[in-house]
């Protein structure tokens, strides 16, 4: 392990008349002797702390260090080591911030929280929030609410680990392009506008003081790079956490949050693009429609007999909402029950007595008012469907379009990882019915979890991934969809259930009542 921040163990000479060598210099020189492959340099603001620790411990102890690509930065002098170095892992998310506290001394996990990205209040979204900042002194607001909102996350986490605050020494940063913009106080206003360029895709370490944090007075942060206004540091990210890079046989990553992200490659090549399908998938477009979290229904089931609804929220208790993957569910069980047809239209013929009308009109009654949590019923109305599926012929327009332009076939994938809360809780075979995921064996897909945490947390623990980092934004492919006619062709062509050419996916039973 090589972390973000180590601790070296030095022991030198005390001065003397015969070594009149300044304090700071006797500690880079010894410190030399232990690793003589990087540099030691000593920040102005830590040069006197570091050295009244020196020369307070007997000119021997253990050096606290920020391993960085100049060199390490020594920032402290311990007269003995702790027995927990903390780090902070940040999946800086555009609805939901979640984190874990990391002991870069053995890579333990110490503790793990999430909360509201507080920024909702300026904008549920990122054009909103990027249309916020243009305001007067819009920008500020929003650096100054993320920075409130990470502090918060950092007091609970070091809460739950019997630690203060201020003795976390590190904060590792994934999230996409305009989240992170907004974390540093950058303009986004290029973001959204041709040819949409980042301000910078790579941001230098700086200190978490400097964000407003009150961590560690040298705690130092490092932001996972961006490929463009569209692929965020978060990518980068699931492509650490699933070695998609570092495999022969190619591989693709899918990744659902506020845009749907994906990677196709191997260890030689890599291409990439990102497209809006994901709101309808995490709660953003549904009215009923919530995260993946307590009271969300995550799976769905209908008996064809009876019209039985059976159903399952992700804690167990009453329904408060659904969440993506019980919404794919959902719309599966309607195919194949045929309560709708291929275009996503209700047909309320069949079993009527699940049909009401609303103020967004027809509606299916997922779970009645006397089941759930709120005390109103669980729908979901036809305004919902159409929604649900633009979302799903764009992910599957997106994924065909990214393969087309390597001249591959699904076929030919060895692995489909699936990140996020969509792809721990989604289930690829009801996926393949809509014709959102491809028709390929189910064991081609591979669940990944938080993606953007993991990748966080591995930089905080290793430097070959710190480097290689760096190295994959040189080595991507983008593909721009916002300019790309095949993928407004291939989305026209995905708007049918499973689609319009059947037999793309011949394991579904095809429907033609349209």
């Known amino acids: 392990m090589q972390p973000l921040v180590k601790l070296i163990y030095v022991e030198a000479d005390p001065p003397s008349l015969g070594d009149n060598t300044g304090d700071i210099d006797r500690l880079k020189k010894i410190a030399l002797t232990t690793d003589s492959g990087k540099d030691f340099f000593v920040p102005f603001r830590q040069m006197s702390p570091v050295a009244r620790n020196f020369r307070d411990s007997g000119f021997k102890g253990w050096l606290v260090v920020n391993d960085l690509t100049p060199g390490y930065e020594i920032v402290d002098f311990l007269a003995e080591p702790p027995d927990v170095l903390p780090g902070m892992a940040l999946d800086l998310g555009t609805t939901h911030l979640e984190a874990s506290l990391v002991n870069m001394l053995d890579g333990t996990i110490i503790a793990r929280a999430n909360r509201e990205n507080s920024q909702i209040n300026y904008g549920a979204d990122i054009l909103s929030r990027i249309h916020f900042a243009a305001r007067d002194d819009g920008l500020s607001r929003l650096q100054k609410e993320i920075s409130s909102c990470i502090q918060a996350l950092a007091v609970e986490l070091a809460g739950r680990g019997g630690l203060k605050v201020e003795n976390i020494r590190s904060l590792a940063v994934s999230g996409n392009t305009t989240m992170v913009h907004l974390l540093l106080n950058l303009d986004p206003y290029y973001l959204i506008r041709e040819p949409y360029i980042p301000l910078v895709n790579a941001p230098e370490p700086c200190l978490a003081a400097e964000l407003g944090l009150n961590f560690h007075q040298a705690a130092v942060v490092w932001i996972l790079p961006s490929v463009g206004s569209y692929f965020g540091g978060d990518l980068i990210a699931g492509i650490l956490a699933s070695g998609l890079d570092l495999k022969e046989e190619t591989s693709m990553l899918i990744d659902v949050g506020t845009n749907a992200e994906v990677v196709l490659g191997n260890r030689d090549w890599l291409i990439a693009c990102a497209g809006a399908a994901g709101p309808a998938l995490e709660g953003g477009v549904a009215r009923m429609g919530m995260r993946a979290g307590p009271g969300a229904i995550e799976h769905v089931a209908i008996s064809q007999d009876s019209g039985e609804i059976r159903y399952q929220t992700i804690d167990g208790g009453r329904a408060r909402g659904i969440c993506g993957s019980g919404i794919i569910d959902l719309v599966a069980a309607f195919y194949l029950n045929r309560i709708i047809d291929i275009r996503g239209k209700y047909r309320p013929v069949v079993f009527p007595e699940r049909f009401i009308e609303t103020v967004d009109g027809l509606a299916f009654v997922v779970v009645p008012a006397t089941e759930a949590a709120d005390g109103e019923p669980v729908v979901l109305t036809q305004v919902d469907l159409d929604a649900m599926m633009r979302s799903k012929a764009a992910m599957y327009a997106i994924l065909t379009t990214l393969i087309n332009q390597v001249g591959l076939e699904f076929s030919d994938l060895r692995r489909i990882y699936v990140a996020g809360a969509f792809g721990r809780h989604i289930d690829p075979e009801q996926a393949i019915t809509l014709g959102m995921l491809p028709d390929l064996p ?17 930089i905080l623990l290793e430097r070959q991934d710190r480097e290689r980092c760096i190295e994959l934004i040189h080595k991507i492919t983008y593909l721009e969809l916002n300019v790309n006619q ?12 499973p ?15 349209a």
């Open 486 to 497: 095949e993928f407004m062709i291939r989305f026209s062509g995905s708007r049918f259930i």
């Open 499 to 513: 689609h319009t050419d059947q037999s793309l996916f011949p394991s579904v039973p095809y429907f033609n009542d």
């Open 442 to 458: 189910l064991d081609t897909f591979k669940a990944i979890g938080n993606s953007s945490l993991n990748g966080a947390e591995r």
